[in-house]
């Protein structure tokens, strides 16, 4: 449905081509005090950049109705508008009955029998980022107020990647020093041009976001179906062209035995530890003090120029398409800012369910 979260609900609305999209929060504390300038400093960094991104332009101004006053959350839902201003429908207008391969043009089409709105992918589209990153920066300030942090990088664009292991301190003060959004900046030079190969070749590639929770408290999750990882999971999918999500040492760990694959307890202040992190910060569903860590794997933007086989739905028969519009070769820089967002959502949710106000 279009509303997630069990304490603290968020709810999205909007069409990429309509006039506004947004999202409802409801559920942070009353009494916390919430910095609009910096919600609107996330959004900033969902933008496009020139020639990697986008031709879009979209100003993403957040405004913020009801739930604020002075800058204090009053314990009412937080309105979440954000203007669509640079529309251009009538590219869609003429590809309305041929859907667009690997797009949600067809399924839309069959669950909604025709009357989704198909113009800039509707409620499919990226652009439904937006209201997420903007819920997402104020969730963000609450767990900041709890001793959490949250960052992400890119670790692979197509088959360039970025191998080496770095802090969470590292990853934060580094992640957007450029605009692949890669910590080692050589690596980045190298995803940027292996972006720039696939525009050229009318074509797109995906890649790979790490994302690290640190601060976490041990004892968060609600087995045996609200697990973390399944809470996380279950947000992380909302985000478009998200096909895939690993925890810890996820798949890899098929590739371990027990000995390897396990993480030793041991004493560190007073307080337990493990001495490595397979596991990803998660035990049995629930957190268990470490660092929660998880890998995100992002398609290639499926709106392409090249000329694809596809199907007219008004006549059933065989054609082709040329997709035209604007579209990102490369989804997964901007991705990172909603990576972000989506677990600060989850972790404030599950904070609050777990008691913390």
């Known amino acids: 449905m279009n509303t997630i979260g069990h304490t603290l609900k968020f709810t999205i609305f909007g069409e990429s081509h309509g006039r506004y999209v947004g999202a409802i929060l409801d559920g942070l504390p009353a009494g916390l005090h919430i910095d609009v300038e910096q919600i609107q400093r996330e959004m900033d960094l969902r933008r496009p950049a020139p020639l990697i991104g986008t031709a879009r332009h979209e100003e993403d101004t957040v405004e913020i109705s009801g739930g604020i006053r002075d800058g204090v959350l009053t314990g009412t839902p937080l309105l979440f508008l954000i203007r669509n201003t640079d529309v ?14 690997g797009h949600a043009d067809y399924t839309s089409f069959v669950k909604y029998r025709g009357h989704s709105d198909y113009r ?13 990153v903007a819920a997402g920066a104020a969730a963000r300030q609450y767990l900041s107020s709890k001793g959490m942090r949250v960052a992400a990088r890119v670790v ?3 088959d360039v990647e970025d191998r080496k292991n770095y802090s ?39 890649g790979i976001i790490e994302c690290r ?10 087995p045996f179906f609200d697990t973390v990882e399944g809470e996380l999971s279950k947000m992380i999918f909302a985000i478009p062209a998200v096909k895939g999500i690993e925890f810890g040492s996820g798949f890899s760990s098929t590739r371990m035995t027990g000995s390897e694959n396990n993480d030793p307890f041991a004493i560190q202040d007073g307080k337990v530890v493990t001495h490595t992190n397979n596991a990803g910060g998660i035990n049995g569903g629930i957190t ?21 086989k ?5 006549s059933m028969k065989e054609t082709e398409i040329q997709v035209k519009g604007r ?17 600060c959502l989850v972790f404030a949710d599950l904070l609050l369910r777990s008691g913390y106000s």
């Open 120 to 132: 800039g992918g509707g409620q499919f589209s990226g652009r439904m980022t937006a209201p997420m």
């Open 288 to 308: 268990n003090g470490m660092d929660v860590v998880f890998r995100v794997a992002f398609k290639p933007t499926s709106s392409i120029p090249k000329v694809q």
């Open 168 to 206: 969470f301190q590292e990853i934060e003060n580094r992640r957007f020093s450029n605009e692949i959004r890669c910590v080692d900046e050589e690596t980045a030079v190298r995803m940027r041009d292996r972006i720039l190969e696939a525009r050229k070749n009318s074509d797109s590639v995906g």
């Open 327 to 343: 579209h990102d070769p490369c989804i997964v820089p901007r991705a990172v800012i909603a990576v972000e967002a989506a677990c």
């Open 156 to 158: 692979s664009i197509h």
């Open 310 to 314: 596809s199907v007219d739905l008004s």
């Open 88 to 101: 251009r429908s009538a590219v869609y207008e003429e590809m309305r009955n041929i859907p667009r391969p």
């Open 213 to 222: 929770a640190t601060g976490v408290a041990a004892g968060l999750g609600e």
